[in-house]
């Protein structure tokens, strides 16, 4: 079974290697393999968010879609594109916006943090609060489920919004997936070890911090400009030094192969100056982007081989979007008028007659899923679980068959048998 991997970059500013490390080289690993379908985008909607210079966010689209490139995306083996050139996304957007409840956007982190903020300085607390950044995790609820990605790549800080769209699908499955679940539940997929490239003071590379080291942007003279401020203490060439008194070995190490890296660490035990292990660290960051930066620069002046990569990515996704946005349209009762005998009204409740799991969470805050026969009776009620993956892992598991142990994690109905349960799981995995 191949998995669909999706993930979006924000296109309000340039690449550091933070960026490189966390996302995009990892990314473009992944995409390699022949188990993996990859989205990759530029999330140049969610950059009007926060950004209102047209130029800006143009520059920023293109730099980021000649990053990707340059550091070996293949626009063939994978489906890359701008946010902006699916139509369909702010389509289902809108379909979201209205099945997802206020509240749940209220109890989003990013939003309340600028509440938060507001409210200390005793301003407004929706000073400054636009309704795209109110909404936000709607939006990239949409990014991700147009394509019903099963894993998606992000930081720490983005998992709440993972939460949120498996809610929105949820909701959404439940009210209008009656004769299908329109999509599958996506989850994060955070890896802790990429995401600590630290910066030049050591916290982690953020632009926040103002603690980056450029990718592509200023040339090899701006990565080695950066390098050279990297804090370390101020031991003399020729004196022993701590390798982990300084995020330099650090960066070294997502450079390095383990030789490399041990090798290093010597040298700076046994003396080496910091000034001549900063164009150690500079020489070995471009021994690996140094060829890559020729093929930014290429595409950052050739941008109309950019455009026809980036129009084509977007035809190969609208082939997905576009039927499924129909499909959905029609699920919501927004179709072709015909005779009422024959419209889809009726037609759903016919292929409504099949069992059904449904997911959903209650005001416990718990997760549950149940399953109800053709006709709709209650055949199976779960447990709360304490996340939606735990609850959509079960419901998998008991598909393929009822263990003892699983068992344990669900309740039979009054009056229902488990041959009766057993016989509704063979009908929905027959389909
Ligand atoms: N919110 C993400 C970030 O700030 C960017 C993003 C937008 C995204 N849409 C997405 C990431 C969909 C993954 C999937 O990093």
Known sequence: ?????????????TLHLGNYCGAIRPCIQASRRDDVESFFFMADLHALIKCQDPDRVELSRMQIAAS??????????????????????????WMFNCVCSKGLMNRAHAYKAVVDVNTAQNEDPDA?????????P?????????????????????????????????????IYGASKEFFVMPYEQVDAELELLPGLDGRKMSKSYNNVIPLFDGGEKALRDAISRVVTDSKLPGEPKDPDSTSLTQIFDAFATPD????????????????????????????EIGPMREKYEYYMSHTDELEDILMAGA???????KPFIEELYHAAGLRR???LEQSGTKKQQKRAAKPTFKQYRESDGKFYFKLADAAGKLLLQSVGFDSGKEAGMTVSAVKKGLTDELMALVRLADGVTMPEVQEAIDALNAE
Not at 1 to 13: E, S, Y
Not at 70 to 81: C, E, H, I, Q, S
Not at 260 to 287: M, Y
């Open 337 to 339: 008028f015909r005779s």
């Open 315 to 321: 035809d190969k996704a609208r082939k997905i979007s």
């Open 138 to 174: 709607i939006l990239m609820a949409a990014d991700i489920l147009m394509f019903n990605a099963n894993r998606v790549p992000v930081g720490r800080d983005q998992i709440q919004h993972l939460e949120m769209a498996r809610d929105i699908a949820t909701r959404f499955n439940n």
């Open 260 to 287: 490399e890296r041990a090798a290093f660490r010597q040298e700076l035990r046994d003396g080496l100056g910091w000034g001549e292990a900063k164009k150690r660290l500079a020489d070995q960051i471009n021994n």
């Open 128 to 136: 400054g609060v636009n309704m795209g950044l109110f909404c936000y």
């Open 1 to 13: 079974m191949t998995v669909r991997v999706l993930t979006g970059i924000n296109t309000t500013g």
């Open 68 to 93: 990707w490139l340059a550091a070996g995306l293949d626009p063939d083996k994978v489906t890359f594109y701008r946010q902006s050139d699916i139509p369909e996304i702010p389509m289902l957007n």
